[in-house]
């Protein structure tokens, strides 16, 4: 069955076929979902909650579009939501996380360590920076798709994705630098 | 890695690719695994005609009664209107009938009383 064919039978009622087509994103899904929460239990909250709405609002998905995008979208938003809902609960400070996950210097190879400095330095990210380059680096959403899922002018996701850029290339830079 | 400037348009796939390693969490199977057997237990979808159909159904119910109710009502008023008592004349023509001036005398009186 093609993407058109499932999203028409989900239409329909059929959860099946609904199931199949989110789990040919349910990766991507918790990128997303972990790019803007960075916490990955919450992460995969996000996308099950992101896929029960998702089957509630099946209908006014146009089956001639390509799903990802929309599915996605919906996954953002809800991470967004979430964020909200925690830094309410919490009064936390989002941008000032620190990084968690820093493997020790021993098991790190070069790419491993480049992992580690670029997941060091999203977390210190702003959340719409971090949001925007997840969305357009990371997932090759467009600047205007990424200004109608935070709802900011495009111009402005501009500047988040620029800024965002020049922290993580800081980061990368400060360790091909750093001393052996 | 590949020199870009942070004021590129483009996509940074070398960037893009490494952050795609950093947000691939632990245990993709496990989770994947959860994922379906939460989407295994999803809810019914009702469409919005389900639930107009829930929500009419009553209340076309009650409709059809009432108009039941008013179109018998209408036929019984139609049945009755030719069982009148077929001896009443009416005014106008009670007043040309010169064979009862008794009567268009008390009508000429109660109608100068006014």
Do not use: C
């Not at chain 1, 803007?36 to 609002?57: F, K």
């Amino acid at each position: 069955m093609t993407e058109p064919d499932l999203a028409t039978a989900a239409q329909k009622g059929d959860a099946e076929a609904f199931g199949r087509l989110v789990m040919s994103y349910a990766l991507v899904a918790r990128r997303v979902a972990q790019g803007i929460l960075g916490n990955w239990d919450e992460a995969e909250d996000a996308v099950q909650e992101a896929s029960l709405a998702a089957w509630q609002a099946i209908d006014r998905y146009d089956p001639s579009r390509a799903f990802r995008p929309w599915f996605i979208r919906i996954v953002a938003n809800q991470s967004l939501d979430q964020l909200r809902r925690r830094k309410l609960r919490d009064g936390e400070e989002l941008d000032e996380m620190t990084p968690t996950l820093t493997p020790s210097p021993e098991a790190m190879t070069d790419r491993a360590l480049l992992r580690g400095r670029i997941a060091g330095a999203m977390r210190l990210l702003p959340e719409r920076q971090r949001t925007a380059v997840t969305l357009f680096d990371g997932e090759g959403y467009s600047h205007a798709e990424i200004a109608a899922i935070l709802q900011v002018p495009e111009g402005t996701v501009r500047s988040y994705v620029f800024h965002a850029r020049r922290a993580l290339r800081k980061a990368l830079v400060s360790l091909v630098e750093a001393p052996a | 890695m590949t020199e870009h400037s942070a004021f590129d348009a483009g996509r940074d796939t070398e960037m893009g690719d490494l952050m795609a390693e950093v947000l691939d969490g632990p245990d993709p199977s496990g989770y994947l695994a959860r994922l379906g057997s939460a989407l295994a237990g999803l809810p019914s979808r009702r469409s919005p005609w389900d639930v107009l159909a829930e929500w009419a159904r009553p209340s076309v119910l009650v409709a059809a009664l009432a108009a039941g109710f008013i179109l018998g009502m209408a036929l019984w008023q139609h049945w009755r209107e030719p069982l009148a008592p077929a001896g009443m004349i009416p005014v106008s023509v009670a007043m040309l009938d010169a064979s009862r001036l008794g009567e268009t005398q008390v009508i000429y009186t109660v109608l100068e009383e006014r």
